[in-house]
């Protein structure tokens, strides 16, 4: 055997001197590169690279993956500092994340793996039925697909997976967009059941990984409020509260939304249900079309947005604010008296305070007085850690307006 054939050494990467050390023991994790001594040896890995990740006393502290271009330099993936990262070590974290979901959900159509909260850094598995779609977003996992979706199929019995390389997460570690059937084949949307209504998810080229099953228990509480109501249902995409609604026993639904094919699989899905005649389409600006709906004299029961993360960063923070508080102050004047009003964030930089701040202010600009209801949040497939508090960036606030 020549040396080249032997065991190499796992490289070691070590805390400054003043790096919170305790944050790592107690569960932090997330290394930054600040946080890192970044010699040449560090520097000249390749991302992704599995290390050891010591103190600044050399005590080891856990296992590492390495990305030397991105902000987040390390991410634990163990904290045994001799844990082997491999297939089996792949496949006994989602087993973990099955069990969980299995208690949960009488139907596998879920999310099976939610990043860091589930011990699989970087990494999202959504699942509908036979089909999952994994987002390797961390180098890591980019380069150990195979084995992800080896483990996958052994765990779980999906017959085919979906490799969705797409989205902000991926460009910050470097990685190209790519999007691949990695086993078996997709004949088209798949049917998706949810809190009584049917949803089309097109798993290769709609939005995220086809479907936001972050939503499903703000979908259930709004379908609460819906029963014969007329519902306006504001950025859509594949008619999310909208069929949630009908199936609630809303009179009526309206669906508005920029692309249309997210509001072409959102009318399959109500036809699916046999409500097509209670669903309508508006394709357009969300904010054009609640203007046009104001001057047309539209009201409605209950109207909900979901807007995209208009604050996904701290730099775009203030201007994501505002953009809340506008989409609040159009929608407001569209709510009956005594309607009920829905506004969602999904940004991670807008905390829940500054999040509803905008929304009252908005409310009021619109003429309106609110009572706030319910505060929703992501179900609990999407598990957060308490120490990260983006974790927590669905939020869902449920008015009452005089």
């Known amino acids: 055997m020549s040396d080249t054939d032997l065991p190499q050494p796992r490289p070691v990467v070590r805390l400054r001197p003043k790096a919170e050390a305790r944050a790592i023991r107690h569960g932090f ?35 590492v993956t390495v990305n030397p271009n991105s902000k987040i330099i390390g991410r634990v993936l163990d904290r045994n500092a001799e844990a082997v ?26 999310r099976l793996v939610h990043a860091e909260s589930d011990g699989l850094p970087g990494v999202i598995i959504d699942r509908f039925g036979d089909v999952a779609v994994v987002q390797p977003n961390a180098t890591w996992s980019e380069a150990m697909i195979e084995d992800i979706a080896a483990a996958l199929t052994e765990v779980t019995g999906v017959t085919t997976i979906v490799k969705n390389g797409s989205g902000r997460s991926r460009s910050l570690e470097g990685l190209n967009e790519e999007t691949v059937v990695l086993k078996g084949a997709i004949a088209g949307p798949i049917e998706v059941p949810m809190n009584g209504a049917i949803y089309m998810a097109d798993v290769l ?79 357009g600006d969300a904010f054009a079309t609640l203007e046009a709906l104001a001057a047309e004299g539209a009201q409605f029961d209950l109207v909900i947005c979901d807007p995209p993360a208009f604050a996904p960063a701290k730099p775009a923070l203030q201007a994501g604010l505002r953009a809340y508080e506008r989409v609040a102050r159009l929608a407001a004047p569209l709510v009956a008296p005594g309607g009920f009003l ?20 908005g409310i009021g600009r619109g003429g309106r007085r609110p009572q706030l209801l319910h505060t929703g949040y992501a179900g609990p497939d999407h598990p957060m850690l308490p120490q990260l508090a983006e974790s927590g960036y669905l939020k869902a606030l449920f008015f009452r307006l005089d």
């Open 85 to 110: 990262i491999d297939r089996a070590w792949i496949a006994a974290r989602i087993a973990r994340a099955l069990e969980l979901r299995a208690r949960l959900f009488d139907a596998p159509f879920y």
């Open 205 to 283: 080229g709609g939005q995220k990984t086809g479907l936001f099953f972050d939503q499903r228990p703000n979908h259930a509480f709004a379908a609460r409020l819906a029963k014969g109501a007329r519902v306006l249902d504001v950025f859509s995409h594949v008619g999310g509260f909208a069929l949630a609604c009908l199936a609630g026993g809303a009179t009526s639904a309206l669906a508005v939304d920029a692309s249309a094919a997210a509001l072409g699989l959102a009318t399959r899905g109500a036809e699916a249900m046999g409500q097509g005649a209670q669903f309508a389409t508006r394709q």
């Open 342 to 361: 829905t506004l969602c964030s999904c940004s991670h930089a807008a905390d829940l305070d500054q999040f509803r701040a905008a929304s009252s202010r």
């Open 29 to 63: 994790p997330w290394v930054y590169a600040d946080e890192l001594v970044t010699d040449r040896r560090t520097q000249a890995l390749t991302p992704g690279t599995i290390a050891t990740l010591e103190d600044a006393e050399r005590r080891p502290l856990a296992t």
